[in-house]
């Protein structure tokens, strides 16, 4: 079974949302190989729950605030995700870690949030560009897990999922080969089980993203130990996006 989750970033208006929907769901439940799941805006989680109430697809949301509530003016809580219907946040994307300054210790906090408050946590990992032409894909990955993994209990980390997104792949048109997946993949192993157990380590599920596409995706999906993808651009159109999962 895949784990195939679509992020939408910030993109579709709640009425764009509400279509792309009510066309997924009418159309995807017959695939059966996958579990799908679709992180949306804000904006539109309260009524994907009930559109999706009756299908198989679980709901998303792209972020979190560390702070559990009170006066944080323009913060989403994690009790307010899980009453909206919300069953994986998005913890670490880089794109936040760029653009919003958010670093591994507040990723920590984020995480232990969602936890506390019934969320399951995809944390996105991965290198830049400078890191990888320099060999530093396995610090920056290890440093990235640890630090955003810090004080969790093993059995927390049924509710996490790590999403190998190497930055110079997001957006760009240029995917991380079979190679480099399966490498990662491989160190991402490697620090839960140094962390947490060897069990642990099998068990988590690993997903590549980055310009995965449907002219990419079969050829991406025979890398060894992954165990689904993260979709950005892909996942915008449905039809493109439906055709990309029937390819799986
Ligand atoms: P793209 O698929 O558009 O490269 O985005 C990947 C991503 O950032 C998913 O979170």
């Known amino acids: 079974m895949k784990t195939i989750?679509?992020?939408?970033?910030m993109n579709k208006t709640p009425s764009e949302c509400k279509n792309y929907l009510m066309n997924l769901v009418s159309r995807f439940d017959k695939a059966e190989n996958v579990e799908l799941c679709v992180c949306l805006p804000f904006t539109s989680l309260a009524e994907a729950k009930y559109i999706l109430k009756d299908s198989k697809i679980k709901l998303g949301a792209q972020n979190l605030s560390d702070y559990e509530e009170g006066g944080n003016t323009g913060e989403i809580s994690g009790?307010?995700?899980k009453d909206a219907g919300v069953d994986y946040v998005i913890v670490?994307?880089?794109e936040r870690r760029s653009k919003f300054?958010?670093?591994n210790k507040l990723i920590n906090k984020k995480i232990k949030v969602a936890l506390k408050n019934g969320l399951g946590v995809i944390l996105c990992v991965g290198e830049s560009l400078v890191e990888k032409n320099t060999l530093k894909t396995l610090d920056s990955l290890r440093e990235q897990?640890?630090?955003g993994l810090k004080g969790l209990y093993e059995n927390e980390l049924e509710k996490v999922i790590l999403a190998y997104e190497p930055i110079w792949a997001i957006g760009t048109g240029k995917h991380a080969s079979v190679r480099e997946i399966e490498y990662a993949?491989?160190?991402i192993r490697k620090v839960?089980?140094?962390d947490f157990s060897s069990r642990a380590a099998k068990q988590i599920r690993v997903l590549y993203g980055g310009s995965v596409n449907n002219k990419n995706a079969t050829a991406l999906f025979k890398a060894?130990?992954?165990d689904g993808a993260l979709i950005g651009g892909a996942s915008l159109d449905v039809n493109m996006f439906l055709n990309l999962l029937s390819l799986l």
């Open 185 to 187: 993949v491989k160190v």
């Open 92 to 94: 670490g994307h880089s």
């Open 192 to 194: 839960i089980e140094d």
């Open 145 to 147: 897990i640890e630090e």
């Open 224 to 226: 060894k130990g992954m």
């Open 5 to 9: 989750i679509a992020n939408l970033k």
């Open 101 to 103: 300054k958010e670093n």
């Open 79 to 81: 009790a307010m995700l």
